[in-house]
């Protein structure tokens, strides 16, 4: 099996784990939102502690560890993360699934926009296109809910934001240690978040042991694995590509809504997120377009081979 095949394999993985995700979190119901975050945030540390030892990669977390302003801009994605996971706890514990799912349909759009109110980059006419009809949807879904989508919002942002962050802090940052940073930067905080919400005698750890315990740390796998998967799958594939494959994950938080847990879907609402589809259809042309006009440029630029002159025998010689 080829590289991009396995890359592909990986990113499916990961999307739809993400995908997933609300049927796991309704098995954590009797569990508030922020005791299930906090669980999540204390146990992401030590299975990526784990993973760091299987791998050997040791040496790589130590050399980042040294240098402040990475570790202290991957503090700050962390919590922005932390942002993103508990508002999606809180969506699936208060049935709202669809909105959730809107949130990650809108996030390629609000990656463009912070690209250009941030990073100052130009969007080409198709992207131009495709942010507007964003907004239009934004705007019809809005109508129809009688409230703008918070839940959506906040999913988009502060997922795009951690991209963003992740971009400053270089490439040259492996996913792993990165990672394990970030979980560094929380994890104490979580710890002692927990002790006094079970001191309180809020915490639900100990409830109808030992499954709802380990569901709970579980929470730290759910947060590793899908994470881990998507950078071995970048790692390998086109971006254009794994453009396209993100959108595995809203396709299915949107069907669980729906079919599953039989949240409200009016015809109203459905046209915001055929808006959406038309605008990310714009996006993903572009990216393709982009992604072709950079491979010829490519092209022009390697220097062109040299022909190989056979030499013809005869076949006596």
């Not at 699936?92 to 996030?107: K, P, Q, T, W």
């Not at 740390?217 to 799958?233: K, S, Y």
């Not at 081979?305 to 025998?313: F, G, I, K, S």
Request: aromatic share 8%; charged share 15%.
């Amino acid at each position: 099996m080829n590289d991009t095949r396995r890359g592909g394999l990986y990113g499916v993985a990961a999307y739809v784990l993400w995908g997933l995700f609300p049927l796991y979190f309704r098995l954590l119901e009797s569990s508030s939102t922020l005791e299930i975050l906090l669980q999540r945030l204390l146990w992401t540390l030590p299975v990526c502690l784990l993973v760091v030892a299987a791998t050997g990669t040791v040496g790589r977390l130590r050399a980042l560890l040294r240098r402040g302003r990475r570790v202290s801009a991957l503090a700050g994605a962390a919590a922005v993360l932390a942002v993103n996971s508990g508002c999606y706890v809180y969506a699936v514990n208060a049935d709202r699934v669809i909105e959730a799912s809107l949130g990650y349909f809108i996030n390629p759009l609000v990656t463009v926009a912070l690209a250009v109110l941030v990073r100052r980059e130009r969007l080409r006419p198709l992207q131009w296109a495709a942010v507007s009809t964003g907004a239009l949807a934004v705007l019809v879904v809005t109508i129809d809910y009688g409230r703008p989508p918070w839940i959506a919002l906040i999913l988009a942002t502060s997922f795009g934001l951690y991209g963003l962050i992740k971009k400053q802090v270089g490439e040259d940052v492996e996913a792993l240690a990165g990672l394990t940073t970030e979980a560094l930067t929380l994890a104490p905080l979580a710890a002692a978040g927990l002790a006094f919400y079970t001191a309180t005698g809020h915490g639900t750890f100990t409830q109808d042991a030992p499954w709802h315990a380990v569901l709970l740390a579980a929470g730290g796998v759910t947060v590793v694995a899908p994470l881990l998967l998507f950078a071995a799958a970048a790692r390998r594939m086109p971006l254009a590509t794994i453009g396209l494959l993100q959108y595995l994950t809203p396709v299915l938080q949107l069907l669980i809504g729906v079919v599953l847990f039989h949240e409200e879907m009016p015809a109203s609402r459905w046209s915001g997120f055929v808006l959406i589809w038309i605008a990310l259809a714009l996006l993903s042309t572009d990216a393709l377009r982009e992604q072709d006009r950079q491979s010829a440029r490519r092209r022009k630029r390697a220097p062109a081979a040299q022909p190989v002159r056979a030499e013809l025998r005869t076949p006596e010689e």
